[in-house]
């Protein structure tokens, strides 16, 4: 079935992998002393290199339009502030007015649903929500708003400098309430064991309180953003 799906389509990907994992799969399939007993190598070698193509490739990949089209005119400049803000960026106006508002039903849908599975360590005061369960993934979840579009996983590909992939680890949905002392600055654990493969993803649906999102570039430079 894999030698039958062409290179980087859904199919060939989601029959190899469904998890970053999948660029550790290629570097051993490819090895000179690694048997092949699948026949896969031409495979991963011919997607291999359509893929580190469309990394370097300085123009734009084909897009659906899910993203803001702005996102895509800095990308360079984006790159390299990522890398100086110790893998860390921020981008308004993130999706396009339509599918910010196929979020924005799906998430308020979510939250008078049985689709959340309550976070043990959200306090319910300050930060509350849940995972949402992989039960009911239809056209409008936010596995497909999110994990399942090609123009985000490009974008962040780009930005990171490598082919990524959705991750297995769930969705989380939050609130933050009126008067919450939001969450103080941290460090995440690394989920995999490839740190540059390991990236976590937010996106604020709207923000009418006073927190604030705070990190610290390369040069000890603090920069706070109201996030919209």
């Not at 991750?167 to 939001?182: A, Q």
Request: hydrophobic share 30%; with cysteine.
């Amino acid at each position: 079935r894999i030698q039958k799906a062409s290179p980087l389509s859904p199919a060939s990907w989601r029959l190899l992998s469904g998890t970053a994992s999948l660029s550790r799969l290629a570097s051993l399939a490819v090895a000179t002393d690694y048997e092949d007993s699948f026949g896969l190598r031409p495979v991963i070698e011919r997607a291999s290199k359509l893929a580190n193509g469309e990394l370097e490739s300085p123009g734009l990949p084909p897009l659906a339009g899910t993203i803001n089209e702005k996102i895509w005119q800095n990308l360079e400049q984006d790159k390299l502030q990522f890398d100086d803000n110790h893998f860390i960026i921020y981008k308004d106006n993130f999706l396009s007015p339509e599918r910010h508002e196929e979020v924005k039903r799906e998430a308020a849908r979510l939250w008078l649903s049985k689709e959340l599975e309550p976070n043990c360590n959200l306090d319910g005061k300050d930060r509350t929500g849940g995972y949402v369960l992989d039960v009911a993934m239809g056209n409008s979840s936010l596995y497909k708003l999110f994990y399942g579009d090609e123009d985000f996983r490009r974008w962040v590909s780009r930005i990171n400098g490598h082919q990524m992939f959705p991750s297995d680890f769930p969705v989380e949905l939050r609130e933050y309430p009126s008067g919450s002392k939001g969450m103080g600055c941290h460090r995440d654990l690394l989920m995999y064991t490839n740190a540059t493969l390991d990236l976590e993803f937010v996106y604020t649906i709207d923000n009418t309180g006073t927190c604030i999102s705070t990190y610290t570039n390369r040069r000890g430079e603090t920069t706070e953003v109201h996030t919209e």
